[in-house]
């Protein structure tokens, strides 16, 4: 069984996937992605949190910037909107309307390092700039400890909302 981020590297091994192995059980995919990278730059491979590689093309379409920060610990077990409980080692954040189940890459503006993290919850609420919060381990990966930060969120696989 070949894994498509081994296999695709460039678009045309994509095109070669598709041509030359159209039963592949990879290659409905490889033909969206085929159809998603027309017009898109072609960037390393991102590997999404639910383990899918929908986003080895990846377009930079900017869906929002503003401020985040990452949840306090007091949430750690905490059940978050998607019904499961908050673990500060699991790539997750909160937004206020982006569907549950979303995949976002975050970028910190202030010092160009990204995370890619799953929609699990709601907030940040209140009266704040913040329009994300972070899981403690995303937020130490673009180098957010204390405080907050300026982010920018493109989306990378869109979840259907219910």
């Given at each position: 069984y070949w894994k498509l981020k081994d296999t695709v590297k460039t678009i045309s091994d994509t095109e070669f996937l598709i041509k030359n192995y159209p039963a592949h059980p990879l290659a409905p995919q490889a033909n969206e992605l085929l159809n998603f990278a027309k017009g898109a730059k072609f960037h390393k491979p991102i590997f999404l949190p639910s383990g899918g590689t929908e986003a080895i093309f990846?377009?930079?379409?900017?869906?929002?910037?503003?401020?985040?920060?990452?949840?306090?610990?007091?949430?750690i077990g905490a059940k978050m909107a998607n019904g499961q409980p908050y673990s500060a080692k699991a790539y997750t954040a909160a937004h206020l309307t982006l569907p549950l189940g979303t995949e976002i890459e975050v970028k910190n503006l202030r010092n160009g390092k990204t995370v890619v993290v799953k929609i699990t919850d709601r907030g940040p609420y209140g009266k704040t700039k913040r329009v994300l919060d972070l899981s403690h381990i995303a937020a130490r990966e673009i180098g957010l400890e204390d405080g907050v930060t300026d982010i920018e969120i493109v989306i990378l696989k869109e979840a259907v909302k219910k």
């Open positions: 990846e377009s930079k379409k900017k869906f929002q910037a503003g401020q985040c920060s990452h949840y306090a610990d007091k949430y």
